[in-house]
C-alpha cells in the first residue's frame, strides 16, 4: 500500500519562505509523477506543482509560477516543494499526491494517491 507523508508546514511572515517534504513509501516511486495541491478553507482542492517521474519536467499553477518550486531525490523516494515570498492568500493545507502517470497532469482526478496534508500559515 502507497502512504505519503508530508512535513515541513508552519507558520511563517510574508515574505517568507518554506521548505516542504513528501516522504513516499511506493516502490515505483521514481515511475510516478508527484503533485502539490492546496486546499484553504472554504475553498476547492487547487493544483500547486506537479514533477514528472524522472524529474524532467515540472508544471506550475499561475498563482505560485516564478515563487514557488518542486523537486525530487528518487534515491531517498522523497519530493520538496520550496515556497518563496510566501503570501498571507497561500495559507492552506498543503497535499502531497503521486499519480501512476510518468507525467504530471495538473488535475486533482489524475492522482491516485494522497498524503493526509500539511498546514501551512502565512502571517501578514
Known amino acids: 500500500q502507497v502512504q505519503l507523508v508530508e512535513s515541513g508546514g508552519g507558520l511563517v511572515q510574508a515574505g517568507g519562505s518554506l521548505r516542504l517534504s513528501c516522504a513516499a513509501s511506493a516502490r515505483t516511486f521514481s515511475r510516478c509523477a508527484v503533485g502539490w495541491f492546496r486546499q484553504a478553507p472554504g475553498k476547492e482542492r487547487e493544483f500547486a506543482a506537479g514533477?514528472?517521474?524522472?524529474?524532467?519536467?515540472?508544471i506550475y499553477g499561475d498563482s505560485v509560477k516564478g515563487r514557488f518550486t518542486i523537486s525530487r531525490h528518487n534515491g531517498k523516494n522523497t519530493a520538496y516543494l520550496q515556497m518563496n515570498s510566501l503570501k498571507p492568500e497561500d495559507t492552506a493545507v498543503y497535499y502531497c499526491?503521486?499519480?501512476?502517470?510518468?507525467?504530471?497532469?495538473?488535475?486533482?482526478?489524475?492522482?491516485?494517491?494522497w498524503g493526509q496534508g500539511t498546514q501551512v500559515t502565512v502571517s501578514s
Open positions: 499526491a503521486l499519480s501512476q502517470r510518468g507525467v504530471p497532469v495538473p488535475g486533482v482526478d489524475e492522482f491516485d494517491y
Open positions: 514533477i514528472a517521474g524522472n524529474g524532467g519536467r515540472t
